[in-house]
């Protein structure tokens, strides 16, 4: 008994073994800029940026060290006075749409913003035309 | 009392919200059945690898930069780790690919160099050139988003090809054809 405890307690601490190499993580990927208002542009830019491996977290969430990675080069280039939007833009230009959690309108997109439109002109429509007969009875 | 806009609508009205739900729920079982795709692919297909530079990650051998790709020659780009279990599942075809003339060259994402001479002993060394990615920040400019993923560079240093995941046995013949198709 004691001895299987031990080994799933030896397969605990094993476990950074099997993790994405023994490099320490990037100088910038857990530290803030010491510029306030440039690290609140750096988190509000990584809060929309998806994370490449686990596709469901955001870069500020995550804890791979390939987020990361990316947290720390966001960092030093709006420390460097790169604009935020550039920033995603760039990473756009070489991940596509899917990297931006900041929808964007395109000619794949539209429906999506136009749909709530037109089905609120509908109701709009409807409820006159119901109105106006209530009026009429 | 009837109500005044009910006699006006027909009776297969009745049915439409239970066909719309019908409607949704095959639509909901096509996309149970039929998965996205869960890969990230490079948006830089077709277009020429950004400007970079890496110092070399193993000794003796050279380092990478953007210089070394746009001499003529059709190469193929391997972004590894030493840390990375499939990569060492695809050593053996990037053996393969040397032996049949490929110029295989390296870029090694957060690897320290002690770990990487033990992962290049133990699984042979195909590279002519590998550079040290430390940051990621070369994998980041290739749109590349994980370990191992291939890149066929033509002699323009234009991306033409992108292979994400481990190179399999099977798959050799087509990363042929499409480094041949490169050199054309």
Known sequence: MIRALLLVLAMAFAAPVLAEGSMPPAPYAYRQLDDPAKEAKAHELMETLRCLQCQSQSIADSDV??????????????AAGEDPEAIRGWLIERYGDYVSYAPRVTSATWPLFAAPLILLALAGSLMRRRLKRGDEA | MTEPGSTRSSPWMMWL?????????????????????????????????????????????????????????????????????????????LARLKAEGVDVVGVAIRDRPEELAVFLARNGNPYSRIGADNLSKVQFALGSSGVPESFVIDGKGVIRYQHIGEIRAEQVPMILAKIAEAGQ
């Open chain 2, 17 to 93: 919200p239970a066909l719309i739900f019908v409607g949704f729920l095959g639509l909901v079982a096509y996309g149970l059945r039929n998965p996205a795709e869960r890969e990230v692919r490079s948006a830089l297909i077709g277009k020429p690898v950004p400007e970079f530079a890496l110092p070399p990650a193993a000794e003796g051998q050279p380092g990478l930069s953007r210089a070394d790709l746009v001499d003529g020659k059709v190469r193929l780009l391997n972004v590894f780790a030493s840390w990375c279990v499939p990569c060492a599942v695809e050593a053996p075809q």
């Open chain 1, 65 to 78: 060290p390939i987020a990361g990675d990316m947290r720390h080069q966001i960092r030093t280039r709006i």
